[in-house]
Structures are given as structure tokens and as C-alpha cells.
């Protein structure tokens, strides 16, 4: 939640909050007044358990240290029906009784308040419903109607903070609904539904990758509880909407040179700006990683349109940037000087500029070994493509000579080792598993430049090497 000083100073004096801060240091806590001041701090998004980072859409009145305390006193938290439907009664519903306007309007919604309501302040109910949907257990067919309003408030607000909520706490009730009550309540196409919309918002300068990944992992816990004859189709439908979907905004030319953090990202439009791009591959290409792998074989249907953009992401690498006019950091300690940049990072100015960029490039070779792994174990029999063209053979030696490429322009930049040691090692992977399968296109590396790529020669034909 993205917080005003004023309004964090009062969240942080506010009784809940020393209230809380007693109780964390207690066990077997009880009651439905503790179990709401102590679930404040209990993180709805860590129980999404995503595989990109999540730190920047964390609680800022929270700390990590006051959230690990939070989830070991609730962990041994005893909750009765009486507690649940007090919290869910008392607390959650006032809430959102008051958003008597529509969510789509400027003024604050309800659920921001830091102004305490019979005892307790509303921020934070987010993490109090998601906590208590994990142990709602034999509550829930009396629960549900009290627990999906907030859920689909959230989820069909215009504030992008309040549908990564909404996404949260869709997924915790999808993961811990009864499957016989997601069914015939219709709750898995209802969420699905409001899931698919908010994906449109991907492209939000500031909360696009979380609203995408919260989006994704929702919808995915729904396809889980789906019986296992529909699951594939449900990946294959999520793997086009999402991850394709976000790639297309992402222009291979923004893959081409590093970009500054913009001072007002609000306002900055991802289609016009190559570094909110840069995180927005970075993201889908994370999640295209996680998808190969559930799906296997069978998302080599795919292979024809990921290799298109992946070439095209990797061939652009980094080749507006190896050799400068101006040394990078006098650049950017220009726009340091007119504040048009921040110097608020331990790292170089420009290796930070450059981190975003080299985040996409790394999750894209990840995903592309993902697939290519499987196209090279894949048989024919088990996937809609053959294992050679138009497969593997058809796009090796383009995806080959733009990896060596890449290498070479990074190994031209003589970054920091910590950031340029974990992309080159998977490039250089990747190159070694294209050699393995088609040794002939060797020659493509001594055309390209066969004294710079190191160890990846070894892996060509002899008759090769010796040319």
C-alpha cells in the first residue's frame, strides 16, 4: 500500500499498531480482536509464493521483522467459528459497506482508512481476510458470501494497488475453498472472469508486473482445481493471455540499450518507454519459465511465436550501448546533476540503469533453455511439432548468432561481474546446447568472432575448429 507520511505516521500510532506489537511477542493468542491486530501484519503477498520479487508492493507500514513475527504467533493461533464470523461480520463487512460509492471514483476507498472503526483501523484488512481464509476450514460454506464482496470489490476497483488485494485473496480462496463449492457456487468462473480483465492492466507504470504475476497465479490455482483433462487447455488459453500478450508491448528495440529509472513513474507510459518494457519482459519471461515446465512437450506449440520474439529480444541486446561516445557514468551523473536521476543505489549509476535490462535478457535465455530443452528431448509422436524443422533447425542458427552476439556486446560493457557473470553463463549454456544438436553451426561462431567466445568453439567439428 502506497502510503502518504501522514497516513503511515497515523497507522503507525494507531492502537492496532501497539496492540499488535504486545501481542507479537506472546503465543496461543486468542480472541477475534487479537487475531485481527496480530493477521494485520501477516503479508497476503507472500502467500502467493511468486518467483519474482515482491518487495516493492510489501505493506510500507509493516516491517519484514514485524511480518515473520505476525505469521509464528498466528501459526499457533486458535480460531473458532465464533472468531471467524466475528471478524468476517464485525470487521471486514463495515468495511466495505462504506464504499457506498463506486470504487472507480478519486476519493480514497474504505479499506485505506488509518482511522480506527469500533477499535480497529481498516488498513490492513487485506492481509486480516487473507490469513483467515487459510483457516476458515469447516466455516466455509457459511463464510463464503461474507468473504467474496471484499474479494470482487478489490478485483473491479480502477486502483491497481486494490487488484493485486483482490488477486491475492482470490487465489487463497481458490487454494482453500472446498473444489465442490468453487463448482456449484460457480466462484472459479466468476474470479476467473474479473482475473482475465485485470490483466489489461499490465502495462501500469508502477504496479504492472505485480497486477500480471498476481493475475497469473491466481488464474493458475483455478486451472489446479480443475479435473486434470482440462488443466492443459486452461495453461495453453493463460500462456497466450498473459505471456504472449505482455511480450507484444515489448518492442525488440527497448532490448537494444539501457534506460534510466524514470523520476515520475506514474506518468511514464510503458509503450513509449524501453526501460518499464525491459520489466515487463523480465516478468513474462519469468513466468513463461514456470509455464514450459508444467505444460512440457506439449507447449512446443508455442515454439514458432516464442523464438520469434526471443530472437528478435536477443539480437537487439545491448547494441546501442558497447562503445559510447561519453563514458556511461559521466551520462548519467549529468542527469544526476539535473535531476532527472536519482542516485539512491549503492551500485554504479549506470549498472543500476543497465540492471533492468540485463534481468529481461537473463529470463528470456532461461525460458528459451526451458523450451529448448524440451524441443530436443521432445518425440514426435507426443507434440504437435516434429522434433526437426520447422522446429528445432529452423530458428537454431538465428537464435545461435543472437546469443553469441549478445555475449560479445556484454563482455564489451566490463560490467560488474555480479551482474554480467549470471547472464553469461546462460547464454553460454544456451549456445552449448544448440552446438550439441546441430554441430555444423560452429561455423556461424568462427564467422562471428571465434577468439571471443571462449569454450563454446570446443563444441564445434573438428574440420571447423581447424578453419
Not at 167 to 196: N, W
Request: hydrophobic fraction near 45%; charged fraction near 20%; aromatic fraction near 6%.
Amino acid at each position: 500500500m502506497h502510503l502518504d507520511d501522514d497516513a503511515l505516521e497515523r497507522a503507525q500510532r494507531n492502537a492496532d499498531h501497539a496492540e499488535a506489537r504486545r501481542l507479537l511477542t506472546t503465543t496461543g493468542i486468542r480472541g477475534a480482536d487479537s487475531l485481527i491486530s496480530v493477521s494485520k501484519y501477516w503479508c497476503a503477498i507472500d502467500a502467493l509464493q511468486l518467483d519474482v520479487s515482491v518487495d516493492a508492493w510489501r505493506d510500507a507500514w509493516c516491517s519484514a521483522a514485524l511480518t515473520k513475527q505476525a505469521a509464528a504467533v498466528l501459526e499457533e493461533a486458535v480460531v473458532s467459528r465464533e472468531d471467524a464470523m466475528y471478524i468476517l461480520m464485525q470487521y471486514i463487512r463495515p468495511i466495505f459497506r462504506a464504499q457506498n460509492k463506486a470504487v472507480w471514483e478519486d476519493e480514497a476507498p474504505s479499506w485505506t482508512s488509518t482511522h480506527a472503526v469500533q477499535g480497529h483501523m481498516p488498513l490492513g484488512c487485506h492481509n486480516v481476510l487473507a490469513w483467515l481464509m487459510t483457516r476458515l476450514g469447516p466455516v466455509w460454506d457459511e463464510a463464503w458470501p461474507l468473504v467474496l464482496p471484499p474479494i470482487m470489490t478489490w478485483l473491479d476497483s480502477s486502483m491497481p494497488q486494490a487488484k493485486i488485494y483482490g488477486a491475492c485473496t482470490a487465489y487463497l480462496l481458490v487454494r482453500y475453498a472446498p473444489r465442490t463449492l468453487l463448482s456449484q457456487a460457480g466462484l472459479d468462473r466468476l474470479l476467473g472472469t474479473s482475473l482475465t480483465r485485470m490483466l489489461s492492466f499490465m502495462t501500469d507504470a508502477q504496479d504492472g508486473p505485480m497486477i500480471f504475476s498476481a493475475a497469473l497465479q491466481a488464474r493458475l490455482a483455478i486451472i489446479a482445481r480443475r479435473p486434470v483433462d482440462d488443466q492443459f487447455d486452461g495453461q495453453c488459453t493463460l500462456f497466450s493471455e498473459s505471456v504472449l500478450t505482455a511480450l507484444s508491448y515489448c518492442a525488440p528495440a527497448s532490448s537494444s540499450t539501457y534506460a534510466a529509472r524514470p523520476s515520475d513513474p506514474s506518468r511514464t507510459a510503458t509503450l513509449s518507454s524501453p526501460r518499464l518494457q525491459q520489466v515487463l519482459a523480465y516478468t513474462a519471461c519469468t513466468w513463461a519459465a514456470s509455464l514450459f515446465r508444467r505444460m512440457g512437450d506439449p507447449c512446443l506449440r508455442f515454439w514458432n511465436a516464442w523464438m520469434d520474439w526471443t530472437c528478435a529480444w536477443l539480437q537487439n541486446a545491448l547494441s546501442a550501448s558497447p562503445r559510447p561516445r561519453r563514458p556511461v557514468t559521466e551520462m548519467v551523473d549529468e542527469l544526476v546533476e539535473h535531476g532527472h536521476l536519482e542516485r539512491s543505489s549503492p551500485r554504479m549509476p549506470d549498472q543500476e540503469a543497465m540492471l533492468e535490462l540485463l534481468r529481461s535478457l537473463h529470463a528470456c535465455t532461461e525460458a528459451t533453455r526451458a523450451l529448448v530443452d524440451l524441443a530436443k528431448e521432445a518425440r514426435v509422436d507426443h507434440t504437435p511439432l516434429p522434433q526437426r524443422p520447422p522446429g528445432l533447425s529452423a530458428w537454431s542458427a538465428r537464435l545461435l548468432t543472437a546469443s553469441c552476439q549478445c555475449i560479445i556486446r556484454l563482455e564489451d560493457l566490463s560490467l560488474d561481474e555480479a551482474l554480467s557473470t549470471p547472464l553469461l553463463t546462460s547464454l553460454r549454456a544456451l549456445c552449448d546446447t544448440l552446438l550439441e544438436v546441430e554441430p555444423a553451426l560452429g561455423a556461424s561462431l568462427v564467422a562471428l568472432a571465434p577468439t571471443r567466445l571462449g569454450g563454446l568453439t570446443q563444441k564445434m567439428p573438428r574440420d571447423i575448429q581447424a578453419s
